[in-house]
């Protein structure tokens, strides 16, 4: 299995599902959870409209407005990551990857209270099923 590159707060889990499928999962887990599903972009068919390629790649824009609000409340910059996102490619090798910001990495980003953790590490055990994981 290939590697994806490593970058600083990304966690990156591979899928064993393609990338429409992993994102239609993770859409489905996520709208049952009663989260708002904001944008779906699909990176790959926007290219192939501009006349390039891409392999297939798509992102999820998603959240809580209830749970996000309290986190702007604390810290208001930290809307700059805010809603949460889900981005799901294909490798050169065929592999899909789900990548999301580490909650780790956002709530020390942004200097928020340990406290808040749990709002935004709420959706990964969605993430890795709709992966899954």
């Known amino acids: 299995m290939a590697s994806p590159t490593t970058a600083p707060g990304l966690v990156q889990l591979p899928s064993r599902h393609d990338v429409a499928e992993t994102v239609a999962r993770l859409e489905r887990l996520l709208t049952e959870r009663g989260l708002t599903i904001f944008a779906r972009i699909d990176f790959s068919g926007d290219a192939a409209r501009a006349g390039v390629s891409l392999r297939p790649e798509q992102m999820l824009i998603f959240g809580n407005p209830k749970a996000g609000t309290a986190?702007?409340?604390a810290e208001?910059?930290?809307?700059?990551?805010?809603?949460?996102?889900a981005l799901v490619w294909q490798d050169a090798d065929g592999q899909v990857w789900l990548a999301y910001n580490s909650p780790q990495y956002l709530i020390e980003r942004h200097g928020l209270a340990p406290a808040m953790m749990a709002i935004v590490a709420a959706p990964i055990p969605l993430l890795q099923a709709a992966a899954g994981s």
Not at 76 to 84: F, N, R, T
């Open 71 to 73: 986190l702007m409340q």
């Open 76 to 85: 208001p910059a930290s809307g700059i990551d805010l809603p949460l996102k």
